[in-house]
């Protein structure tokens, strides 16, 4: 087994043809042909199929690319290391994040990074929590940042809380609902979430039963981000928001804080990261911007 054949199977996988990996790769469509032939005689199983989306890894195929994906991501962040010792500047650096977190100091922390590190390519993913996890444990994130309840657990690395952000019950301005003060007030309103748990559901209707109240008959899960949002600014439904997103972003400024008997519980803001024997530089460098603008 080869890094160039690993190479070839992850470039394949995230194109969809040989042709194409032989592109990205900048070698000949035989030269891609030939590495998987030997990747397939050397483990002795078909590693790719081809299906109407074009050339996908088979279940042997997928086991190996996590683990290719992995190698290969570790063998660029070791040249890029290496040319940083020797005085180059460049590289790249994977950031995952979920949507509540890019309003948390992120911005402030990339300017900061980009004074130090002006010619690292820099990738923002906002990726769902089981996206940061899996991508997190196949490498191909070099740090995660997400807005938590509760402190998440990933399959490999560590996770560190940065900051905690208030939060609170909004509405669009000008929503029937801008002027409720009670639950009660509340139980015919459309109640949306991001959370892929059942855990914001259990938690509205125990905050309704705890007031001896029915619950909303709508609560409604959107997974999707962006439709949250258009959601969020284009009907009356009720969310949670962070106060400091309220305060700082011109999204939040467009929302009513809602005046309720009670309050969500806070949102942690928490980091990510693979051991840190494996932060590259500039990876340690954008933790260390983080830090230092989400310090209280």
Partial sequence: MKIQQLRALVAIASSGSINAAAKVLHVTQPAVTKAMQELEADFGVRL???????????????????????????????????????????????????????????????????????????????????????????????????????????????????????????????????????????????????????????????????????PPQRITRCTSFALFYALTFNTDAVCNWTRHSLESTAQGRTLIALNLPVEPPPLHLYLLSPPAAQLTRPAEYFVHCITQTTRP
């Fill in 48 to 214: 790719l199929e081809r299906n109407p989306r074009g050339v996908v890894p088979t279940a042997e195929g997928e086991v190996l690319l996590r683990r290719a994906q992995t190698v290969v991501r570790e063998l660029e962040r070791a040249q890029e290391e290496m040319a940083q010792i020797k005085g180059a500047r460049e590289g790249t650096l994977v950031i995952g994040i979920t949507p509540i977190a890019g309003t948390a100091g992120m911005t402030e922390a990339f300017i900061a990074f980009r004074r130090h590190w002006p010619l690292v390519n820099v990738e923002f993913r906002e990726l769902g929590f089981n996206q940061l996890n899996e991508q997190l444990r196949n490498r191909t994130l070099d740090l995660a940042f997400g807005a938590f309840s509760k402190p998440p657990t990933i399959d490999a690395g560590s996770v560190s809380e940065l900051v905690a952000f208030e939060t609170t019950f909004v509405t669009r301005a000008g929503s029937a609902y801008a002027d409720a003060r009670t639950l009660e007030a509340l139980q015919s309103a459309e109640w949306i979430h991001t959370d892929v748990t059942d855990a914001y559901l259990a938690y509205v209707e125990a905050m309704y039963r705890g007031a001896d109240l029915a």
